[in-house]
């Protein structure tokens, strides 16, 4: 019966000294706020749709005008991360309903931009690190994986600079959106196999 005690108050503790850590880092960085920083930071955390979005669309464009099927594939591929991502995302919000920074610390953390359902996890930071590993794994090139990684890491630091989501909401929406890119590169490899072997026994 101590021993449980014990485990609990330890447990207790550490999660208080957790929050609180979350909450300093958090406030460290938004209170490092410029207006010129705000203005970088809140064209990085736009560029998520457009990207996201932009991304798969073009690349089954040019699939589709100079009829390569591999483009085409790729295309898929990056477009079903990014969906996965989002209803994951969308799901765990819905389930955790961890309220906004700035609604939990109105005198201690500043809003600078859009903040709209829960916190937990960030769904800009999902969807960009579900469209970096994605593009990465299709297209595994230095000059391909290093900025779409800096970009994905920005955007997951202006969701702290811009007040609108916790260190733990970024950290976690991170590792959600890379998970859900490898599980589906995976997946449509596995796809891809079972195809080939088919043609293969066709012949």
Known sequence: MRLSWILLTVCFQSSIFAQNLDFRILKSVNHSYTPTGGK?????????NPISIGAPVGLCLG???TKNSEIRWNSYELGSASILTSLLTTGLKLSIHRERPFNQYP???IKYTKGGSYSFPSGHTSAAFATA????LIYPKW????PAYLWAGSVGYSRMYLGV???TDVLAGALLGTGTSIGTHYL????KQKQVAKQQVML
């Open 133 to 136: 590993t994605s593009i990465s």
């Open 40 to 48: 970088v930071f809140k064209t990085i955390t736009n560029s998520v």
């Open 165 to 167: 989501h916790y260190p």
């Open 63 to 65: 699939g589709v005008l």
């Open 107 to 109: 005198n201690d953390i």
């Open 143 to 146: 000059y391909i994986i290093v």
């Open 188 to 191: 449509f490899k596995y796809i």
